[in-house]
Every structure is written in C-alpha cells, then in structure tokens.
C-alpha cells in the first residue's frame, strides 16, 4: 500500500464500517473511529487529543490461527505530528499474506510519543475482511466538524465539468442520520485523481444536494486530491455548497 501523501484524494469502492471504539490515555484519548477491512490491507481512522510534542499512531492486525489465538499479521504506524487534536487515517498493507473473504480481524490501535514509547493502553477493535482487494489503492476518511442535519446519504465521487454538477463516478454512498457526526473510511479506492463528498438530505423542507468543500476550498475546486495513501477530507454540514440545477438525470439520490 502507498504511504500518505501530502494533498489528499479518492475514489472509493466497498466499505467496512466499525463503530467508534475510544479509551483515555494519560496522553489525551485515542479512537479508532472507522474500518475499511480489505483481503490484503487495513485502513482505520484514528482520532484523539494529546499533548505530547511528538506523536504517532501504530496499527497492528492480528489474524487468528488454527488454534483460535490472534496472531500478528502486519503493523504499520503514521507520520509523527504535534500537539493538539488529530485524525490520522493508516493503512496496514498484508497484502504479501491475505486473507480470505469473512475473515474476522482484530485491529489494534495505540498513540505514541517522545521516542516512540506508548502512550496508554491500546485500543482494539473487531472487522470482517470483505471481498475485494485494495493493495496498491487509496483510501479516504470523511470526517464532519458538525452534525447531520437531517437523515440522507452522504456520496464520494469523481467529476468531469463544472464543480456543482455531481457527474462523474460514484464511489461510496454512506447513510447518514441526524444528530450523528460523520466519521467514515472508504477504502479500495483508484489513486491520482480527485473527489468531492455530496450531501443529500432526505427529509425537511429543502431536499437541495449541498457538496461538502474539503479542508483545502476554495484553493482546491475539486475537493480533495493525492497521490497515493490513506487520505483525510474534513468538512462541515454548515458549509455546505448547494448544488445548481439542474442535476443529472440518472443521478439516483437526487430529490424526487
């Protein structure tokens, strides 16, 4: 698997979905917020706080063996950032040993500071390896700074034309439900291109899809791009662009 990249990028295929897992450390806290399980390689997204002045993040899948005992498979740790609130998405490649479709993988995570000595203990986490194989792709991690307002589903795509237009590949489409925070892993994604991540409410009033701008709008006007790795895409519901008609026509989440 590519390492991380300094811009970010996607375009995602299948996804495996893990609930938040959070602990607190004497660092701060550390979550493992999603799970994108492929054959071949792991993505999580790891959020939390320190105040440490250096940091990373370690990732280890473990496999169970014919004995029913978890065995480590393959780790993998972040680039080092500072102080203060992170979201880091890792990717941990096995792709030289994969595993079969339905395999149950435990996902262990742990912050680390100074010279690499641990912070806390680890947080683990349960996924099931899904069918396809990602080594060698890319990967996001949508994450919102506010709530879903209404229930509907939130895309990731490619375009081709004008940015308010979602044209193009549709690679994810993610329920989402208000009151919750988005925190979502797309994984198996195709490198060296660029997404947006659409909005389209299904209840209210105003059912007009919005496009989530991505850290880097306006600078960036279509979205988030990379060259390869684990890809963050923060952005925000208030934010929000609305979209210009008219829509696609054979755009399935478009207002009816």
């Known amino acids: 698997m590519k390492k991380i990249a300094l811009m970010l990028m996607v375009i995602g295929v299948v996804l495996s979905i893990a609930g938040t897992a959070m602990a607190a450390t004497s660092g701060g806290v550390t979550g493992i917020n999603s799970v994108a399980a492929c054959v071949d390689s792991v993505t999580v997204a790891v959020s939390g706080t320190s105040s440490a002045a250096w940091n990373r993040v370690r990732v280890r899948v473990y496999v169970q063996d014919n004995k029913g005992v978890y065995r480590l498979r393959q780790q993998a740790v972040s680039d080092t950032f500072g102080s203060g609130d992170f979201l880091v998405p890792i990717t941990v490649d096995f792709s030289n040993k994969p595993v079969s479709a339905g395999t149950t993988l435990q996902i262990e ?3 680390q500071g100074g010279g690499g000595g641990s912070i806390g203990s680890p947080i683990t986490i349960y996924a099931q390896a899904a069918d396809q194989s990602c080594a060698g792709r890319c990967s996001v991690t949508i994450s919102t700074s506010d709530r879903v307002p209404a229930n509907g589903t939130i895309t990731v795509r490619s375009h081709f034309g004008s940015w308010f237009r979602p044209e193009g590949w549709t690679h994810a489409a993610l329920p989402v439900y208000a009151g919750q925070y988005v925190r979502d ?5 195709r490198c060296d291109s660029t997404v947006r991540v ?3 409410p299904a209840t209210g009033r105003d059912r007009t899809p919005k496009m989530l701008p991505s850290q880097y709008w306006p600078y960036s006007e279509y979205g988030a791009s990379t060259d390869d790795g ?9 934010k929000g662009l609305r979209a210009t008609m008219p829509l696609e026509s ?3 989440y478009r207002p009816k």
């Open 109 to 111: 995570a742990q912050l």
């Open 185 to 189: 892993t797309v994984a198996g994604v």
């Open 198 to 200: 659409w909005y389209y």
């Open 230 to 238: 684990a890809i963050p895409y923060a952005t925000s519901f208030a």
């Open 250 to 252: 054979d755009d399935p």
